[in-house]
């Protein structure tokens, strides 16, 4: 019976061309980018809001879905960690030429990519939408404490940062998951 091909760093590097991480690197801009705007909007909302255009501001509900948008952020980032890295297993790797496991290395690292900062985009969007709900009945005016649900937002901006997919990380993140 002959030995499996092996997985190596030269394989990886070939595969993991400068158009490659280039469309990894404007879908992760993307995905940051949209949340950041959508903030931005809402603080000019905010900017330009006059007091005696408040409705009548009950922070009932934004304590009940600030509480339910705290819940999902954790479970949203635990879940992001914890899939992302199951996403890059050896396992899933399926084929006999080196050259295909390394294509098929890299559409796992992009799923895993996008399964990180996928979850926390939805929640960034979620505490976003409370922010702007807080706004528009006057709500964030009486109580700025409603602003911590945007720290989701900076949470998001925070870990694509970290993760931006640069050629060494891909590389070494490629190398520590499919290459024993």
Known sequence: MANPPILTRMYLEKALTPEYLRILAVIRIAIIIGAAFFLLVVF????????DSFNNPDPDILDILSIVHAVFAISSLGAAFFISRRMLRKER?????????????????????LLLVVPIEGAAFFG??????GVMNGTM???PIYWLNALTTGLLILIGYVTFPTRERVLAALES????
């Open 93 to 113: 790797l399926i084929g006999e030429k080196p050259e295909h496991l390394a294509s098929q290395a890299l559409s796992l690292y992009r799923i895993s990519s």
């Open 128 to 133: 976003i939408a409370l922010c702007l709900n």
């Open 141 to 143: 005016a009486l109580y």
């Open 177 to 180: 998951a499919l290459i024993q």
């Open 44 to 51: 000019f909302i905010y900017s330009i809001r006059t007091p």
